[in-house]
């Protein structure tokens, strides 16, 4: 299958979400899984439980998106970050709340990682399980769209260029450069569970996202294997 550049360093564009309780069924999902998706995100739920050899173990499968979300003073995050890193991770998130002085340090990290092997660090805007009703109240005064855009300008004003936002600012997101990574990706027919932002592989694919991540789409399938063959056919279909 070909390879979409813009996903890099993720073989295709998508991530499947291991959004699962054991180290055993999150490697026999990797191992039905490796050839087909193009990467693998792992967040606490996995690595609170069994730590960075697992995260090594499961980069043995495929890339690693490593999705726990820092959120801390720079040093720490700093400390973090190259932990991941040092474990085999391809892409890291940290949050755009954490600040221009953080997300600084963040990008001369980046840099510096980048030097070994293609690496990105992810600023995460406003979670998919929020929408303007359950934003938390300091934030309730500005739309959620607007937060996206502005924690998006400071984002990359820092050095930074790749973000995490839900599918519906990927609009205002366009022609800014930065690589795209989308949660929330549903077909018409699934539950959107508590995601709330959501949307289609191919509309969100055509409105910018570099990379999808996809969780209980897949695993709740009842075979995981052809619906993920199908999410990454949906890539690629044309229109």
Same mark, same amino acid.
């Given at each position: &299958?070909?390879?979409?550049?813009? @996903?890099? +360093?993720m073989k295709n564009p998508?991530?499947? @979400?291991l959004d699962v309780d054991t180290r055993d069924q999150a490697l026999r999902i990797a191992d039905d899984l490796s050839d087909i998706v193009g990467g693998f995100k792992l967040g606490p739920r996995l690595c609170l439980r069994y730590g960075m050899d697992f995260v090594k173990e499961m980069g043995e499968r495929g890339p690693i998106f490593l999705d726990n979300?820092?959120?801390?003073? +720079?040093?720490? &995050?700093? @400390?973090?970050v190259r932990a991941s890193f040092e474990a085999g991770a391809s892409l890291v998130t940290v949050h755009a709340l954490s600040g221009a002085e953080a997300l600084r340090k963040m990008a001369e990290v980046e840099r510096e990682l980048n030097q070994q092997r293609p690496f990105r660090i992810l600023a995460v805007t406003i979670l998919t399980s929020w929408d303007q009703n359950s934003l938390p109240v300091n934030l309730k005064p500005m739309p959620v769209a607007e937060h996206v855009t502005t924690l998006a300008s400071m984002v990359q004003d820092s050095g930074l260029s790749s973000v995490v936002c839900s599918p519906h600012e990927l609009d205002l997101l366009q022609n800014r450069g930065l690589y795209l990574v989308t949660p929330g990706i549903r077909t018409s027919m699934q539950a959107s569970g508590d995601q709330k932002r959501i949307m289609g592989p191919q509309e969100a694919l055509q409105l910018g996202a570099s990379a999808l991540?996809?969780?209980?789409?897949?695993l709740e399938a009842k075979d995981i294997k052809q619906a993920a063959t199908e999410f990454v056919m949906a890539v690629y279909e044309e229109k």
């Open positions: &299958m070909n390879r979409n550049l813009k @996903a890099s +360093p998508i991530i499947l @979400a979300k820092h959120f801390d003073i +720079p040093s720490t &995050m700093e @400390a973090a991540v996809v969780g209980r789409p897949i």
